[in-house]
Structures are given as structure tokens and as C-alpha cells.
């Protein structure tokens, strides 16, 4: 079992940044790929970011490719963090952000496990 929590949402202008947070809990966070989703307003919830168990593999939707960064610590330091870093933030990147546990990243489907959301709202 992994419990998440979301945090670092907000409001910016078009252009600035937004670091997420998501703290798990749970043995076994080390072992599960990691990954944000978002949903916005009338939309189906869409694949954001994902980082495999280790860090060492990354992958990014399209539309966020080169200004969103994912990262992790693991249970080595006990911080146990998931983190997506966003610059160059657009209007179209507003949404309520989700971070999930133990996606398949074959196929991008999500895992069964979901933090509550954070809302991010970026302003022209």
C-alpha cells in the first residue's frame, strides 16, 4: 500500500514555474514507477511525467517535453518524494495535477494508487 500527498500548487503568470511535491508513504514506494496526471476543467484526466524505480528512465506527454522535469528520492534518504518541476508554464497547462504509483509505463495506464490532487492555474 502507498498513501500520497500532493503539494506546491498554485497560481502563476504564463512563463513562471511551479515545483509539485508528492510524499509517499509505504515500503514500497522505492519499487514502483512514479508519475503525474492532470486533469482540466471538462477534460479526461491526461499522462503528465514518469520516472521508473531508480530514477534512471524518464518520460514526458509531448506537450510538456523540454520545460517539465521529474525526480525522486527514494527510501535510501527516507524522503520518499516524487517531484515535477514545471517551467515556462502556459494557460493550457492549467489543471488539477495527480500524482500516482505504480504505472505502467508500456502503455501509460496508471496504477491503482492516487494522491488528491493539486491545483495548479497558470495566468495570461
Known amino acids: 500500500q502507498v498513501q500520497l500527498v500532493e503539494s506546491g500548487g498554485g497560481l502563476v503568470q504564463a512563463g513562471g514555474s511551479l515545483r509539485l511535491s508528492c510524499a509517499a508513504s509505504?515500503?514500497?514506494?522505492?519499487?514502483?514507477?512514479m508519475g503525474w496526471f492532470r486533469q482540466a476543467p471538462g477534460k479526461e484526466r491526461e499522462f503528465v511525467a514518469a520516472?521508473?524505480?531508480?530514477?534512471?528512465?524518464?518520460?514526458?506527454?509531448d506537450s510538456v517535453k523540454g520545460r517539465f522535469t521529474i525526480s525522486r528520492d527514494n527510501a535510501n534518504n527516507a524522503k520518499n518524494t516524487v517531484y515535477l518541476q514545471m517551467n515556462s508554464l502556459k494557460p493550457e497547462d492549467t489543471a488539477v495535477y495527480y500524482c500516482?504509483?505504480?504505472?505502467?509505463?508500456?502503455?501509460?495506464?496508471?496504477?491503482?494508487?492516487w494522491g488528491q490532487g493539486t491545483q495548479v492555474t497558470v495566468s495570461s
Open positions: 500516482n504509483a505504480d504505472l505502467t509505463i508500456a502503455t501509460m495506464t496508471p496504477g491503482g494508487f
Open positions: 509505504g515500503r514500497t514506494f522505492s519499487t514502483y514507477t
Open positions: 520516472i521508473n524505480w531508480n530514477g534512471g528512465r524518464t518520460y514526458y506527454a
